[in-house]
């Protein structure tokens, strides 16, 4: 219960400094835990982005971790929870290195059943938009 409220102390100060600051990009780890609240703000702020991992860790200690197990069966119903309310374009590939296993992200990404464009979105596109990076 302590780490529950610590996570969404920092994740609700981290979208208040997105709100008071749009001239900032900023990433909400672990996927705002999914709280559906702080995914509604994410969805329709244009500074702030998400990431989704560790989604395997996530999915491990679902029942002592950060959110409410009821509707994750695997660790890509985090992804999927996720993209219920954000668009494709707002969520980063993570791995948690060096604490997550970056194959074991990627296989999780990989199993997706979403477009070939919206996996390559998370993977390395929005990142590159993000962060000014160009790529072949």
Excluded at 79 to 89: A, E, F
Excluded at 96 to 117: A, Q, T, Y
Aim: proline content about 5%; hydrophobic content about 40%; overall charge neutral.
């Amino acid at each position: 219960r302590v780490r529950r409220q610590r996570q969404m102390c920092i994740r609700d100060s981290a979208i208040t400094f997105a709100e008071n600051n749009p001239e900032i990009k900023i990433v909400i780890a672990h996927a705002a835990a999914l709280d559906e609240n702080c995914l509604r703000k994410i969805a329709i702020m244009e500074n702030v982005f998400i990431d989704c991992c560790p989604s395997v860790f996530m999915f491990k200690n679902r029942f002592s971790s950060l959110f409410s197990p009821e509707d994750i069966h695997s660790p890509e119903d985090i992804y999927y929870k996720v993209l219920d309310y954000v668009p494709s374009r707002k969520i980063l590939f993570g791995s948690d290195s060096p604490w997550g296993n970056s194959k074991d992200e990627l296989d999780v990404v990989n199993r997706l059943h979403i477009p070939e464009s919206v996996r390559k979105q998370i993977l390395y596109k929005n990142a590159a938009e993000l962060y000014g990076l160009e790529f072949c």
